[in-house]
């Protein structure tokens, strides 16, 4: 109560209280026990939350935040669900298109936590009432996930194995292909991302990803007046591009003269 009145809390102290509130739901196996810490960790992400997107605090690290400990969809879970629902799902093991989270994704994270506050801890032993100015956790990666592309809530690679999932449904297919066209965007084109991106698509039924495209603009050597615009694949290097107007048009040596836009 006295954190969901009172905003101008310390940041630092909400977001140093979701790490410890965190690490104890590891910790606890009582049922009753865990839910009271969910609570109590709902109550600091969302107090932590407002805050930042208040600005009240210009001192505010991403470094703080949850999404750089646990997968997206359990950072959601936590602004959505129940106490016992979050609790259910944080203990069980699960790998679909929406959700993945494993026991030895737990065992990473506790072992993570507890090499970050085990100087808190000796801290405390030797004094109570000791003032910890502890720094934000380092980043957690999980290698279960490092083949996967998160996108509008859903794994790819889970989403795109029709055998294990075939019922599976996308909610909202306008903005997942909205989110994916977005993604392509910033991949290059071969990429293993790239075709895990369209292919996606194919799998569940959903028109198909067109190559991202950009406007460029070369600018011809100085002296020369005309220009030429082209449509082209963001994908292409410069000597690609080159090799793509040779003969045709002759076009800038240098970077500086090249403007996508």
Not at 20 to 37: C, M, P, Q
Not at 98 to 119: C, K
Not at 126 to 139: H, N, R, S, T
Not at 239 to 258: H, N, P, Y
């Amino acid at each position: 109560s006295v954190l969901k009145g009172n905003l101008c809390a310390s940041l630092q102290q909400l977001q140093f209280g979701r790490i410890f509130a965190l690490s104890a739901l590891l910790r606890h196996n009582d049922i009753d026990t865990a839910n009271a810490v969910v609570q109590l960790l709902q109550v600091l992400h969302s107090a932590a939350s407002k805050l930042h997107g208040a600005n009240v605090a210009s001192s505010f690290s991403d470094d703080w935040h949850l999404s750089s400990l646990l997968p997206h969809p359990l950072v959601v879970l936590l602004e959505t669900e129940s106490p016992e629902q979050v609790v259910g799902i944080f203990r069980s093991d699960t790998e679909t298109p929406a959700r993945i989270w494993t026991h030895q994704m737990r065992d990473r994270l506790r072992a993570h936590l507890e090499a970050h506050l085990d100087p808190l801890c000796r801290t405390l032993q030797e004094d109570a009432m000791a003032v910890f100015d502890g720094l934000p956790p380092a980043k957690l990666e999980y290698p279960e996930l490092a083949d996967e592309i998160f996108c509008n809530g859903y794994y790819l690679r889970r989403l795109c194995n029709a055998e294990l999932f075939p019922e599976w449904t996308v909610e909202d297919a306008s903005a997942f292909q909205q989110a994916a066209k977005s993604m392509l965007k910033t991949v290059p084109e071969a990429s293993w991302q790239a075709k895990l991106l369209r292919r996606s698509q194919v799998r569940r039924k959903l028109p198909p990803l067109q190559a991202p495209k950009s406007t460029a603009v070369f600018v011809c050597r100085p002296g020369v007046s005309k220009a030429l615009t082209l449509e082209v694949s963001t994908g292409l290097t410069i000597t690609q591009l080159k090799l793509q107007l040779r003969g045709s048009f002759e076009i800038a040596e240098t970077v500086e003269m090249l403007h996508l836009v």
